[in-house]
């Protein structure tokens, strides 16, 4: 079975500030990880996702994740926060056994400080 | 760009009533499912469909069915509607096969009162 944890249900970061948001996952075989974004009475948006190969992702909105197999983690990071970054973040996990389904996280609510 | 779209952004029911929820893709996408999402819970599995006529069980499926007559179209039903069943449910789509994105919904917020 796969599973993600979300550790912080909340993490506040002062704008210009670097921000992390952390994910820890597992399944059987080789990972596949997600991040979403959700804004006020929306649905979810893609932001990145590792399937395979550099283990720093780059994706939408100056966001970047890095995959660290050792950990198990897989870390939302950016390097100087806007407030316009307050959101619902949520972590996913898919495994390589030719499974479509994705295990998402509780998520955590990021909010940055002007 | 993949459009997902849902029947109704808010709806209110009242409990034993039958509740339909309907989600159309554009972008011609083998997979679709629909989660409900709680806070603290996160995004939950009721059912997804990998194809016309086939659907599979996700983790949360007692009280739902779904149907999908058409590719671009996925419908949740709730056969007789309870309070607990009050929630955001978030409908996606994705291309056929493992390690695809699956593209989101806005989302249709119910009450069941």
């Known amino acids: 079975a796969q599973s993600v944890a979300q550790p912080e249900d909340q993490v506040n970061v002062a704008e210009g500030n670097p921000l992390t948001v952390k994910c820890t996952y597992s399944?059987?075989?080789?990972?596949?990880l997600f991040w979403y974004v959700q804004y006020p009475n929306r649905g979810l948006q893609f932001l990145l996702k590792?399937?395979?190969?550099?283990?720093l992702v780059k994706g939408s909105y100056g966001f970047e994740a890095e995959f660290n197999k050792s950990q198990t983690s897989f870390h939302l990071k950016k390097p100087s926060a806007l407030v316009s970054d307050s959101a619902l973040y949520f972590c996913?996990?898919?495994?390589?056994?030719?499974?479509?389904?994705?295990?998402f996280g509780t998520g955590t609510r990021l909010t940055i400080i002007p | 760009d993949v459009k997902v779209t849902q029947s109704s952004r808010y709806l209110v029911k009242r409990t034993g009533e039958k509740v339909f929820l309907e989600c159309v893709q554009d972008m011609d996408h083998e997979n679709m499912f629909w989660y409900r999402q709680d806070p603290g819970l996160g995004l939950r599995l009721i059912y997804f469909?990998?194809?016309?006529?086939?659907?599979e069980k996700g983790d949360i499926p007692e009280g739902y069915s779904v149907s999908r007559e058409k590719k671009e179209r996925f419908s949740l039903i709730l056969e007789s509607a309870s309070t607990n069943q009050t929630s955001m449910y978030l409908c996606a789509s994705s291309p056929g096969g493992s390690k695809e994105t699956q593209y989101f919904g806005p989302g249709t917020r119910l009450l069941v009162l």
């Open positions: 996913a996990v898919g495994d390589s056994f030719g499974n479509e389904k994705l295990t």
């Open positions: 469909s990998y194809d016309v006529k086939m659907k």
């Open positions: 399944v059987s075989g080789n990972p596949y």
């Open positions: 590792y399937i395979t190969g550099d283990n």
